[in-house]
């Protein structure tokens, strides 16, 4: 699956879904931080799922309309556990994500908001 993370995302997470077999880009790794906007029409533009700990993301996608393929959000995961979760993630809801779904993960629950 090809996956952009955010900066916010652990960047030892990067290595480790690149292992499990996932296409990963860091935007930690950019020299510059494009802004929001910007990182989300680059995930979309390269058929990327969007793994973050912000919610401004889904503020884009569903307040203003900006296009996505799908988006991950990470709500208190541990900062050195997201690759297991987003694996675990993207597995199970990888037909949803593919079709733009907004997903939120917590330890409690997995929301799934699909897309429109």
Same mark, same amino acid.
């Given at each position: 699956? /090809? $996956? #952009? ?5 652990? %960047?030892?997470? =990067?290595? !480790? &879904? ?19 906007? /910007? $990182? #989300? ?5 390269? %058929?990327?799922? =969007?793994? !973050? &700990? ?5 503020e ?25 979760y ?31």
């Open positions: 699956m /090809k $996956i #952009l993370l955010d900066t916010c995302v652990w %960047g030892g997470a =990067l290595k !480790t &879904l690149e292992q499990i077999g996932h296409d990963v880009v860091w935007s930690g790794n950019w020299d510059i931080d494009p802004g929001d906007e /910007k $990182i #989300l029409a680059i995930a979309h533009r390269e %058929g990327r799922i =969007l793994i !973050t &700990l912000d919610k401004d993301f889904g884009l996608a569903i307040v203003f309309g900006k296009p996505h393929s799908g988006r991950v959000r990470l709500v208190s995961i541990a900062a050195r556990q997201p690759a297991i987003c694996d675990k993630i993207i597995t199970k809801y990888a037909s949803e994500l593919q079709a733009g779904a907004i997903i939120t993960v917590s330890h409690e629950r997995i929301r799934i908001r699909e897309s429109i």
